[in-house]
């Protein structure tokens, strides 16, 4: 098949469907994975589509974000919990990475608290916070994101590449039954993905609503991932079903007596 019968293919498959898996077009074009992570990153210089962690989506069809504000309210009390959990799985003197997360704040600030971890961070509201504390907090830069109030981009990535953290804490706004953890915009998926690759283990911090909420873009999976610390209204069927799909632990809060 020749290059541009390719590129047509391809756009067809997402046309269809908004979006289309890298394995898939591997098995219907039969070429190389290489070849065909070539033909998407033209076309997405291109503007014609959206390259995910595995694949591609179209342009307009990256989920609506709710604000910062809105994300950090809800399930607060549950987010506290997951927060309060996951400290005692940070051992003192191990290097932290936190990204934007909202659960992920609540956790960086008791590690401000606790004061005995090296921490770094793409969140502007966990670096503003540190202001308060004593303690070494540093800095992903990049450009800010307003609405996630994040620092992402190519200057976080380059970033990234030079670091490497024996524990990152990683939010996320869904999660699939099949194990795939989503978010909403294309910079933060990429730092996400990115950081995951650059830590001994990777826990997820997120309450058991993003079971049924609603995202584009795969990041990880619960494969890629060491845990996942979540809340304890995640019932048992889903709880023995997913942890069929995965190999990261499940870690629930405990119920309130």
Not at 75 to 98: H, S
Not at 185 to 210: G, R, T
Request: with cysteine; aromatic share 6%; glycine share 6%.
């Amino acid at each position: 098949m020749l290059k541009f019968e390719r590129t047509q293919a391809i756009l067809r498959a997402i046309q269809q469907n908004g979006s289309v898996s890298l394995s898939e077009l591997v098995e219907e074009l039969h070429h190389s994975e290489a070849t065909i992570r070539r033909d998407l990153a033209e076309l997405e210089r291109e503007g014609k589509l959206i390259r995910t962690h595995g694949g591609a989506i179209l342009p307009q069809r990256l989920a609506l974000e709710p604000s910062y504000d809105e994300k950090r309210s809800c399930n607060w009390p549950f987010k506290k919990q997951i927060a309060d959990c996951v400290l005692k799985a940070i051992p003192e003197g191990v290097t932290i990475y936190l990204d934007a997360g909202t659960t992920c704040l609540e956790a960086g600030i008791r590690l401000l608290e606790r004061n005995a971890n090296p921490i770094f961070t793409n969140s502007i509201p966990l670096l503003v916070a540190s202001c308060n504390y004593p303690g070494t907090v540093t800095a992903v830069g990049g450009e800010v994101r307003s609405i996630s109030r994040a620092l992402v981009g190519a200057m976080s990535l380059n970033w990234l590449d030079k670091l490497y953290f024996d524990i990152v804490l990683i939010g996320a706004s869904a999660i699939r039954d099949d194990g795939a953890v989503l978010t909403t915009e294309i910079h933060e998926a990429s730092l996400k993905a990115h950081v995951i690759e650059h830590a001994d283990k990777a826990f997820l911090l997120a309450d058991s609503d993003k079971l049924t909420a609603s995202a584009t873009l795969e990041f990880t999976t619960l494969k890629q991932l060491s845990a996942w610390y979540t809340d304890h209204r995640l019932d048992r069927s889903k709880f023995a079903r997913l942890r069929k799909n995965c190999s990261a632990t499940i870690i629930r809060t405990p119920q309130p007596s």
